[in-house]
């Protein structure tokens, strides 16, 4: 069964601090992965997905992510933060192609900015 | 274009009854997929509809049950409401199996906010 893990369910940063999420990953067959992003009541967009191909991929609002399979890793950084980043984020992963595309998600990291 | 469009936003029901919610996906999409996401945690996949099928279900008991139309729009509905059901529930779309890697993106709505009381 394929899962993900999210270490630390709030991070905070100073505006144009970097910021750093981490996501870990467990999966039988090579995996698609996703990062969401989540404002107050409202639903998930999303960020970046790596299927296959450059292992580091670039995202909307200058968020970019590295595929490590030898640390099933698939961290979210983005060199400068601002306020707007502010909302919840997850990690999500998927087996795809035949499989299908059902997300397995993370419990979630709460991204704090502070001015 | 519009995106996933899902109502209604707010529902409030009491416990043991029935509730039914409903999703239009993205133009050009024809997978629809359901998520519960309770609060403080990460969405849950429900089950995912397909040419009018379910093709394939996550861990939740058989008081969820959905449908798919022939336009592609999707109902869930929830029997016997827990007060353990209340959640955002997520609607997504994809488009057709087939289509260049975009099939494994989902698009998500806005979700419908249910409170069991």
């Known amino acids: 069964a394929q899962s993900v893990t999210q270490l630390g369910s709030h991070v905070s940063v100073s505006e144009g601090a970097l910021v750093l999420l981490r996501c870990n990953y467990s999966s039988s067959v090579p995996p698609y992965l996703f990062w969401y992003v989540q404002y107050p009541n409202q639903g998930l967009q999303l960020l970046l997905k790596?299927?296959?191909?450059?292992?580091l991929v670039k995202g909307i609002n200058g968020f970019e992510a590295e595929f490590k399979k030898s640390e099933t890793s698939f961290h979210l950084t983005k060199p400068s933060a601002h306020m707007s980043d502010a909302a919840e984020y997850f990690c999500a992963v998927s087996k795809g192609g035949e499989y299908g595309n059902k997300l397995v998600f993370g419990a979630g990291t709460i991204l704090r900015v502070k001015s | 274009d519009a995106g996933v469009t899902q109502s209604p936003t707010h529902l409030i029901k009491t416990r043991g009854q029935q509730v039914t919610l409903r999703c239009s996906p993205k133009s050009g999409h024809d997978t629809v997929s359901w998520y519960q996401q309770a609060l403080g945690q990460g969405p849950q996949f429900i089950f995912q509809y397909y040419e009018e099928e379910e093709r394939q279900r996550g861990n939740f008991p058989d008081r969820f049950s959905g449908h798919q139309f022939p336009n592609y729009s999707s109902e869930l509905n929830v029997n016997a409401l827990l007060l353990g059901d209340s959640a955002l529930y997520l609607c997504?779309?994809?488009?057709?199996?087939?289509?260049?890697?975009?099939?494994?993106?989902?698009?998500f709505g806005p979700g419908t906010r249910l409170t069991v009381l």
């Open positions: 790596y299927t296959t191909g450059a292992t």
């Open positions: 997504a779309s994809s488009p057709p199996p087939g289509t260049l890697d975009s099939h494994n993106e989902q698009f």
